[in-house]
């Protein structure tokens, strides 16, 4: 739930993903922002160097792990144009009280993230992303989800009941970058037009291209579906 409107705690807590409920199978649930959505202490992050040149805040504990595997929703995303594994970590990974607008202790919104475009959303995805790549992605695409991640964003007259689809998939790999692009070619979105796969393509971290994705299971063309996007040049929709 790093990453959601609301503190990772309470998130959390709202889904039962708590100590009593999972007893000794987990160690810990953490939350990245820390205890608070506005509190602007670093203790506990790093800065560190993304491929523009720019410093990031982040989790030291999420540096230092010893592999991050991203579980992620099949759904669009009004600013990225898709979601998937690869903006889930570039944006929600970022320590809240660094970049949601510090006015409430439980909104985590990311406010100081530039999302003009999609081309500013995915420069800031593909260097955050990079700081810690994913080493496996479990993607929960038994529902998936168009106008995301809110309907509302897109048009007022979409809502949620509206914009599920049922899709009954999982869809799971090494690189994030080869699965999410596969995440849009299922929900018939142009994974070369995604910014920041094009842009972590060129650094070398993954590929668009489906000729060289292996997909085993069900292939991509017995399952897709047109999904609709605020980015339409990505998600042409239906």
Not at 17 to 23: A, K
Not at 27 to 46: V, W
Not at 59 to 80: E, F, Q
Request: with cysteine; aromatic share 8%.
């Amino acid at each position: 739930m790093e990453g959601s409107t609301y503190a990772t705690t309470i998130a959390y807590a709202a889904l039962g993903y708590t100590s009593e409920n999972f007893g000794s199978s987990v160690d810990e649930f953490i939350a990245l922002q820390g205890e608070s959505c506005s509190e602007p202490s670093t203790a506990g992050l790093e800065q560190r160097l993304g491929p523009s040149g720019k410093q990031y805040w982040a989790d030291r504990r999420y540096l230092a792990a010893d592999v991050v595997i991203s579980i992620p929703t099949l759904a669009t995303d009004a600013w990225a144009g898709i979601g998937g594994a690869v903006e889930s970590l570039g944006i929600g990974a970022t320590p809240a009280g660094q970049y949601s607008s510090g006015e409430n202790p439980n909104d985590c919104t990311r406010a100081k993230i530039v999302r003009a475009t999609a081309e500013t959303t995915g420069a800031f995805i593909r260097d955050y992303y990079s700081l810690k790549p994913a080493d496996f992605v479990v993607m929960d695409g038994l529902r998936g989800l168009e106008h995301g991640p809110l309907p509302v964003l897109d048009q007022s007259s979409y809502d949620y009941a509206s914009s599920i689809k049922n899709m009954r998939l999982i869809l799971a790999g090494k690189n994030a970058v080869a699965v999410d692009s596969t995440l849009a070619l299922v929900m018939k979105c142009d994974p070369k037009k995604v910014p920041h796969l094009s842009k972590l393509e060129a650094d070398g971290l993954g590929t668009t291209d489906a000729s060289k994705i292996t997909v085993v299971g069900k292939q991509v063309t017995e399952v897709a579906q047109p999904f609709a996007s605020r980015q339409t040049e990505i998600c042409p929709g239906k």
